[in-house]
């Protein structure tokens, strides 16, 4: 393959890329907020050998420090002086050192954690719906009708700066 046929690129943006994508979403899991979280208690629950907890943590921390705010270890630039020969002086230069994703080992890894905590929450939501419809077959037809119907407004730029109700 030449050079330029490389489909990621000659600086791996691609790589980079759906690195930094899979573990933002997976970080997401674990925040409070809004929306319902995942806690370091369910990956310690999950049916998988090895160093699971510390992998869990390792790629929240990828996260927090290799792609939200990058100021660490995984990222680096230095400006160096290069020496020349006596008569042409000293040149200058930089260099960028930077952790482009994990090895196809600690991708799967990551997959394999992923699928797993994705059963835990596709349990969690049936036990939901499930309760749910329970408590709506236990209405009557008067109270079905005086719900609220569900709406949507797609959101507009001005939305952007805004909190999710």
């Not at 998988?48 to 939200?68: C, N, S, T, Y």
């Not at 600690?106 to 499930?130: F, M, P, T, Y």
């Amino acid at each position: 393959m030449a050079k330029g046929d490389d489909p990621q690129g000659d600086s791996g943006i691609v790589i980079r890329g759906l690195w930094a994508a899979a573990l933002v979403a997976y970080k997401r899991c674990f925040s409070d907020g809004k929306r319902s979280f995942l806690s370091d208690n369910d990956v310690e629950s999950l049916p998988l050998q090895g160093e699971v907890v510390e992998w869990h943590r390792f790629l929240k921390q990828m996260r927090d420090k290799h792609i939200a705010h990058s100021v660490n270890p995984f990222e680096e630039v230095r400006v160096l002086l290069f020496p020349q020969q006596a008569a042409e002086g000293v040149g200058v230069g930089h260099v960028l050192v930077k952790y482009m994703s994990s090895d196809e080992g600690g991708v799967r890894q990551l997959g394999d954690l992923a699928n797993h905590l994705l059963e835990l929450v596709h349990g969690r939501a049936e036990e939901q719906w499930n309760a749910l419809l329970r408590t709506a077959n236990q209405m009557s037809p008067e109270e079905l009708a005086a719900l609220k119907p569900y709406t949507h407004v797609i959101p507009g730029a001005e939305h952007a700066n805004s909190a999710r109700r």
